[in-house]
């Protein structure tokens, strides 16, 4: 849209913004607040992996946090660049619940089959840890789609339209 608009710099400086808040928030999370990681593995019951570095394998998930939290950062300035360039659009909130609930519906279908069963069909598949990730995966996007479509998202119904065209030819 920027670009569109004849503007290339505002973009690039929000991708730098983003570059340093990612890196900044990454040493903070790997190093000083890995503690917290490691406490929030163990009230949530999920297993810390036994590896030479131990706790400090869990790094890695702040590592990952942070580049999270600053790809919203980025968002919310290029959107917030935008709406002073153009004014605000259409409303979206009603749009994102309904995206929200069929993620969480999403997620929480994902992990209770990982848990019921899941893990217990990849332990006897070849390469097991990448087996579970991919059937884990699969239920999500089915559910996903499922409540998506049921919740009225567009994009979803056109997508499955374009397969129940094609399979009815």
């Known amino acids: 849209a920027f670009y569109a608009l004849h503007d ?3 973009p690039v400086r929000i991708a730098m913004t983003r570059v340093t808040a ?5 040493l903070l999370f790997a190093f000083p607040l890995r503690p917290l990681f ?3 593995a ?5 297993p810390i ?3 030479a570095g131990g706790a400090a394998a869990l790094g890695v998930v702040g590592i990952s946090a942070a580049s999270a939290l600053a790809a919203w950062i980025e968002y919310l300035l290029l959107r917030y660049r935008m709406r002073q360039r153009i004014g605000a659009g259409a409303s979206t909130g009603p749009y994102m ?3 929200w609930i069929a993620a969480v519906l999403a997620g929480i279908a994902g992990a209770a089959a990982d848990v019921f069963f899941v893990r217990e069909i990849s332990a006897h598949l070849p390469l ?3 087996s579970e990730a991919i059937l884990v995966c699969g239920a999500f996007g089915i559910v996903y789609f499922a409540v ?7 994009e979803v119904r056109a997508f499955l339209g374009r397969f129940i065209k094609r399979a009815s030819v």
């Not at 990612?22 to 990454?26: K, P, Q, W």
């Not at 163990?42 to 999920?46: E, I, K, S, T």
Request: proline share 6%.
């Open 8 to 10: 290339t710099k505002t």
């Open 22 to 26: 990612g890196a900044a928030l990454a």
């Open 38 to 40: 490691t406490g929030a």
């Open 42 to 46: 163990d009230v949530l019951g999920l």
């Open 49 to 51: 992996p036994y590896t």
């Open 97 to 99: 619940v309904r995206l």
């Open 128 to 130: 097991p840890r990448i």
């Open 148 to 154: 998506a479509a049921m919740l009225g998202i567009a």
